[in-house]
């Protein structure tokens, strides 16, 4: 086979390549050139891992968690759930942890409670399961606003509501925090439901204006969305519609309006909502939403990660107590508790306790009572509803009114042929039955008792 030789001119005469041997000189060049871009690209690869691997080791978590509805339930360390709630913040990294309202009052161990004491032994637990936020929830007002404002005064969390105003347009609580972890600025707004009318009594509210809750909660986020990298708003009121669907749940009454108001301000991270006594989760647009049960059955979450770029990602969940380690310490003397259950209690006011509350005219009472003890007071009341309006015919009614009572008001005009009546019991025909009433007959007629003794003194 015949090579040609290639003399180059301008070389000395040495440098002389057959033509093969140029081929695989560039070859070789070719080749060296490609491995140093690939190491180059390995190593830029390299760069871009490690930078990522850093970024998401020291990318921010927040963990919030929250309950509701606790309702002063510490009272059998057997089964109480809320028992297991001091040691949940510590299982989480970052976390700050609230209450949801309706902490204060809503069960026989809390009427023992504020007939005892100034401030209530559930202050204790409370700072004992170190909250950091409080908010106020509709029953939390039962025993009037100095009874609250005590206990809200030594918390170490701090309590907060935007929506609740004096009569002389003043703030009664804040209505805002920012809370530092982990690097992040975390701000917690709290609200109360906007129909505190429809459900408290009036004598408890006549010194306050609860505001519009999306109204004030839009000023308060406006001002507060700027100042923090996670907002987070604690709403005593329930939910009224599908998160996942936006169906319809209940009639729009203005007490539930957790949708409304997630849907309404998109600024909002993180929202947490009870009242309802349900247990709920789901993330609406970018918003976590959680809803926390009843009497400390649960707790909720929402885990926050925050990227460099400030994106902000959510999860929920929720997480049943049942199972958890109960704390053993004792906030009040059983024994003393056991005595006041069995103390004689004043019942001959009940029936004018009642006329007073629903104030209606040609209304009938009818109370079926099982003593006139605190316990047996406390289970004459069936809950959830412990009375109940029916309206009878004549015939009804005379056949009605004839029974054995404990206590009977027969307030009718003498033209009266048709006749509502209230009542304890559940004896009777169930077709005729107008209204139904979820108040605590027992722990509101305390108060009126304590209320009547103070006028008299």
């Given at each position: 086979?015949?090579i040609?030789?290639?003399?180059?001119?301008f070389?000395?005469?040495f440098?002389?390549?057959?033509?093969?041997q140029?081929?695989?000189?560039?070859?070789i060049?070719?080749?060296?050139?490609?491995?140093?871009q690939?190491?180059?690209?390995i190593?830029?690869?390299?760069?871009?891992?490690?930078?990522?691997?850093?970024?998401?080791?020291?990318?921010?978590?927040v963990?919030?968690?929250?309950?509701a509805?606790?309702?002063?339930?510490?009272?059998?360390?057997?089964?109480s759930?809320?028992?297991?709630?001091?040691?949940?913040?510590?299982?989480?990294p970052n976390?700050?942890?609230?209450?949801?309202?309706?902490f204060?009052?809503?069960?026989?161990?809390?009427?023992?409670?504020?007939?005892?004491?100034t401030?209530?032994?559930?202050?204790?637990f409370?700072?004992?399961?170190?909250?950091?936020?409080?908010?106020p929830g509709?029953?939390d007002?039962?025993?009037g606003?100095n009874?609250?404002?005590k206990?809200a005064?030594?918390?170490k969390?701090?309590?907060?509501?935007?929506?609740?105003f004096t009569?002389?347009?003043?703030l009664?609580?804040?209505?805002f925090?920012?809370?530092?972890i982990?690097?992040?600025?975390?701000g917690?707004?709290?609200v109360?439901?906007s129909?505190?009318?429809?459900?408290?009594?009036?004598?408890?509210l006549?010194?306050?204006?609860?505001?519009?809750a999306?109204?004030?909660l839009?000023?308060?986020v406006?001002?507060?969305?700027p100042?923090?990298?996670?907002?987070?708003?604690?709403?005593?009121?329930?939910?009224?519609?599908?998160?996942?669907?936006?169906?319809?749940?209940t009639?729009?009454t203005?007490?539930?309006?957790?949708?409304?108001?997630?849907?309404?301000?998109?600024?909002i991270?993180?929202?947490?909502c009870?009242?309802?006594?349900?247990?709920?989760q789901?993330?609406?647009g970018?918003t976590?939403?959680i809803?926390?049960?009843?009497?400390?059955?649960?707790?909720?979450?929402?885990?926050?990660?925050?990227?460099?770029?400030?994106?902000i990602?959510?999860?929920?969940?929720?997480?049943e107590?049942?199972?958890l380690?109960?704390?053993?310490?004792?906030?009040?003397?059983?024994?003393?508790?056991?005595?006041?259950?069995?103390?004689?209690?004043?019942?001959?006011?009940?029936?004018?306790?009642?006329?007073?509350?629903?104030?209606?005219?040609?209304?009938?009472?009818f109370?079926?009572?099982?003593?006139?003890?605190?316990?047996?007071?406390?289970?004459?009341?069936?809950?959830?509803?412990?009375?109940?309006?029916?309206?009878?015919?004549s015939?009804?009614y005379?056949?009605?009114?004839?029974?054995?009572?404990?206590?009977?008001?027969?307030?009718?005009?003498?033209?009266?042929?048709d006749?509502r009546?209230l009542t304890?019991?559940y004896?009777?025909?169930?077709?005729?039955?107008?209204?139904?009433?979820?108040?605590?007959?027992?722990d509101?007629y305390?108060?009126y008792?304590?209320?009547?003794?103070?006028d008299?003194a």
């Amino acid at each position: 086979m015949n090579i040609k030789t290639v003399k180059l001119g301008f070389y000395p005469s040495f440098f002389v390549f057959n033509i093969k041997q140029i081929f695989i000189i560039i070859f070789i060049l070719i080749n060296k050139v490609r491995r140093f871009q690939q190491i180059n690209l390995i190593l830029y690869k390299t760069y871009q891992i490690n930078n990522l691997m850093m970024e998401e080791s020291t990318m921010p978590e927040v963990n919030i968690l929250a309950t509701a509805d606790i309702h002063g339930f510490i009272d059998n360390p057997k089964n109480s759930s809320a028992l297991a709630l001091p040691a949940i913040k510590q299982q989480y990294p970052n976390a700050l942890l609230i209450d949801n309202g309706d902490f204060f009052i809503g069960n026989p161990l809390t009427s023992f409670f504020s007939e005892q004491s100034t401030v209530s032994p559930l202050v204790n637990f409370a700072n004992d399961t170190a909250y950091d936020v409080m908010i106020p929830g509709n029953h939390d007002f039962d025993h009037g606003l100095n009874y609250l404002q005590k206990q809200a005064a030594a918390l170490k969390a701090d309590y907060l509501c935007c929506n609740v105003f004096t009569n002389t347009d003043q703030l009664v609580f804040k209505p805002f925090v920012i809370k530092e972890i982990a690097g992040v600025r975390v701000g917690i707004i709290g609200v109360l439901t906007s129909g505190m009318s429809m459900i408290s009594d009036y004598s408890l509210l006549k010194g306050l204006i609860i505001k519009d809750a999306l109204a004030e909660l839009r000023k308060n986020v406006t001002q507060l969305r700027p100042q923090v990298d996670l907002l987070i708003v604690a709403y005593h009121g329930g939910i009224e519609r599908n998160l996942q669907t936006g169906s319809p749940t209940t009639y729009a009454t203005g007490e539930d309006e957790t949708y409304k108001l997630v849907t309404s301000i998109e600024e909002i991270d993180g929202f947490i909502c009870g009242h309802q006594h349900w247990i709920n989760q789901g993330v609406v647009g970018s918003t976590g939403v959680i809803q926390c049960g009843y009497a400390g059955n649960c707790y909720g979450q929402l885990h926050f990660e925050i990227s460099p770029q400030k994106d902000i990602s959510v999860s929920t969940a929720i997480i049943e107590t049942k199972d958890l380690p109960l704390s053993s310490t004792t906030y009040y003397d059983n024994n003393q508790y056991q005595r006041w259950l069995e103390a004689k209690v004043d019942v001959t006011q009940l029936t004018n306790f009642l006329q007073q509350k629903f104030n209606r005219k040609n209304l009938g009472i009818f109370l079926d009572l099982q003593g006139s003890t605190n316990q047996a007071l406390i289970d004459s009341f069936t809950i959830p509803y412990g009375v109940r309006i029916y309206h009878l015919n004549s015939q009804e009614y005379q056949q009605f009114s004839q029974r054995q009572w404990a206590l009977k008001v027969e307030d009718f005009a003498e033209s009266t042929t048709d006749f509502r009546v209230l009542t304890n019991s559940y004896d009777i025909w169930d077709y005729r039955l107008e209204e139904q009433f979820v108040d605590n007959i027992f722990d509101e007629y305390l108060v009126y008792l304590g209320l009547t003794q103070e006028d008299l003194a």
